[in-house]
């Protein structure tokens, strides 16, 4: 009888092994035993008959496609994930009994260690036929010049990064990619932020595509991700728009994967596997023969600069802004001022919508001079510290850097500091104070918790039943709002004052994505609050101006330019958190190209009942960065971490 290495899956464990009956696949899926509970377990690698009594693998209850297994392979390697947890992502196949005959086993857990390797093993039965593929193309939106451009362009490269202002139609040009894939008898793959998959996504999609479609996020009920399943199974359903998620779904013999919004932070899991579904799609256009096509009016600055370096980026100027848009920049701190209060009263008599914008709430507070802006910045690290009420203190959450909490600006001179937040419930109270009469709404993720009432906010407001809509950076989330008339950024000093080396590029990138929803078909004003008005003034126009800025100004020893890693040490002691950390760097094996870029307790010391201690990690290749951990044995670790707080 054979013998097999099973990863189980949801218990933690390393590679166990069992016998079967007959022989079976590498990345059949299996039921087995593990102290006296039924688990599913992997199958990863056949091997010699131990010197112990083995227990039998109880059933085979489907198969992971050769490019699950690429992947889950890769997320362990690159990512110090173990392979159950990885394989744990993802779903499997159903049960076809031809397909869990035994083939070739790699035992090489380096998924890149062997160069390329054959994917496309899972053929579809579900062929689109002529008149099927002529129906499609009939209801494809036609393509300006530009937009044709771009998809010949992405139809050239395996990888593709769309740089399209807001407005300039990438969303078209998407689904002339998908079209071609489906033509080739490939399925696709069209990835988007959560917040993005509405039920107009959906009928949108359809509209073209048909019943081949489906979504898939958090929201979607278990019953329907069933018929979904189903679906896939039977390879009925060709097209996925899905979040992150989606990435791991038994979607058969993939031709093209979408990332829209691709600089969103939600592509990147925040608890281990610590993946980015970006990185992955791209992981596959390179490795696995699968078009990958990248897409966002504000892209994040280590993917502009990949692709420009590369020769895979192309820009599409124009959209929105070819609208009459009118900035009005004020350089005030007043969160409800005259001059806004007027601009709204104008757009309530014009009968048109506004949308304010209003930072999303953090945890920790940085400090600013309400007279001129200035933020306290670190002396080692050049981002903003945090304010330490407790304690009195500023604190860099980088190096550890600390002082007194100053009354004073050193700048100006000035004794007006501050570290208040402002909210999307007080706003909406002291509007609907001031316009009684005026319908006003709340968009954030307090108010929206469902799916439908989601769908159901947007349908009203895109009805008129709404005429104010205050929100969070929920609302830059690829949403047309067509008599948008005005649009107010309010409080957009505390994203670019933040205490990570990444705030000014959330900043801009949020204001550019919020202005993109004022004056879609006509006219419209956006109206931005900030003591940094002049600095902001050079960006407005074009977002690209501000990426070969920021490329100039970020450190080298950040993201584009190095990778990064955070180590975290949690624990409910406060003093075996620390010790851990200190331990943790004892051990690290730094140097020849890898640096401690600072350690210590995180901005937000205490989550859960736990105390949490990190250490930063800057390193020129990946490689490097593993090597520093080998010792480590099992910690929690975020490879190509995005947030540093």
């Not at 005005?486 to 990444?502: A, E, K, P, S």
């Amino acid at each position: 009888m054979p013998f097999y290495h099973i990863a189980p899956l949801g218990v933690r464990s390393p590679l166990l092994t069992y016998t079967a009956q007959t022989p079976l696949a590498v990345g059949t899926l299996v039921g087995i035993q593990v102290r006296k509970k039924i688990y599913d377990g992997v199958v990863i690698a056949q091997t010699q008959a131990p010197d112990f009594t083995c227990k039998n693998i109880i059933d085979v209850r489907g198969y992971f496609g050769s490019v699950q297994r690429f992947l889950a392979r890769f997320i362990a390697y690159y990512y110090r994930a173990n392979l159950p947890e990885s394989y744990k992502l993802f779903l499997a196949f159903a049960h076809t009994p031809t397909l869990a005959l035994a083939t070739p086993l790699r035992q090489n857990l380096n998924p890149l260690s062997s160069g390329a390797l054959r994917f496309y093993d899972i053929p579809l039965r579900s062929r689109l036929n002529r008149a099927q593929k002529q129906q499609i193309f009939s209801k494809l939106p036609a393509l300006s010049p530009t937009q044709a451009k771009a998809y010949a362009f992405i139809e050239s490269k395996p990888l593709s990064l769309l740089f399209g202002d807001t407005g300039s139609g990438k969303t078209e040009i998407y689904f002339h990619a998908i079209a071609c894939a489906l033509c080739e008898d490939k399925a696709a793959l069209f990835l988007m932020p959560e917040i993005a998959l509405t039920p107009q996504t959906l009928a949108r999609l359809q509209g073209v595509f048909g019943d081949c479609v489906a979504l898939w996020h958090s929201k979607v009920s278990p019953r329907k991700k069933k018929e979904i399943l189903q679906g896939l199974h039977n390879q009925q359903i060709k097209i996925i728009a899905g979040a992150r998620s989606a990435l791991f779904l038994p979607l058969a013999n993939i031709g093209v994967v979408i990332v829209d919004e691709e600089h969103d932070d939600a592509y990147k899991s925040m608890s281990s596997p610590r993946y980015n579904a970006r990185d992955l799609a791209v992981l596959l256009s390179r490795h696995a023969g699968i078009k990958a096509v990248l897409g966002s009016a504000t892209p994040s600055l280590t993917s502009y600069k990949r692709a420009k370096d590369g020769g895979y980026l192309f820009r599409i100027k124009g959209g929105f802004y070819q609208a009459q848009k009118e900035f009005i920049l004020e350089s005030t701190f007043t969160s409800l001022s005259d001059r806004l209060l007027l601009l709204l009263q104008e757009v309530l008599q014009q009968q048109k919508q506004a949308i304010v914008f209003v930072p999303t709430r953090a945890n920790f507070k940085s400090l600013l001079c309400l007279e001129c802006g200035y933020g306290f910045v670190c002396p080692f690290c050049s981002v903003n510290m945090s304010v330490h009420l407790s304690r009195d203190m500023l604190c860099c959450h980088y190096c550890d850097y600390r002082e007194v909490l100053p009354s004073l600006c050193p700048k100006c001179g000035g004794e007006n500091l501050s570290s208040k937040r402002i909210g999307t419930a007080q706003v909406a109270a002291d509007l609907q104070a001031i316009f009684p009469q005026a319908r006003i709404a709340i968009f954030d993720r307090d108010h929206i918790t469902t799916q439908n009432k989601l769908a159901a906010t947007l349908s009203a407001f895109k009805s008129g039943e709404i005429d104010i809509l205050v929100g969070t950076q929920m609302l830059s989330k690829g949403h047309d709002y067509h008599n948008v008339a005005l649009v107010c950024v309010l409080g957009i000093d505390y994203v670019l004052q933040g205490g990570d080396f990444r705030s000014l590029e959330r900043g801009v990138a949020l204001l550019h994505q919020i202005a993109g929803r004022a004056g879609r078909k006509e006219s419209g004003k956006v109206f931005i609050q900030s003591l940094q008005s002049e600095w902001l003034k050079g960006f407005l126009d074009d977002y690209e101006v501000f990426l070969q800025w920021e490329l100039a100004y970020r450190s080298s020893s950040y993201p584009p330019f190095r990778r990064l890693a955070m180590i975290h040490c949690d624990h409910r002691s406060k003093a075996k958190a620390q010790e851990s950390m200190l331990a943790i760097l004892q051990a690290l094996r730094a140097g020849d190209g890898v640096e401690v870029l600072g350690y210590g307790a995180n901005a937000i010391e205490r989550i859960a009942d736990k105390w949490r201690f990190h250490i930063l990690l800057s390193a020129q290749k990946h490689s490097d960065m593993l090597r520093a951990m080998e010792n480590l044995g099992e910690i929690e670790v975020d490879i190509d971490c995005i947030d540093t707080l």
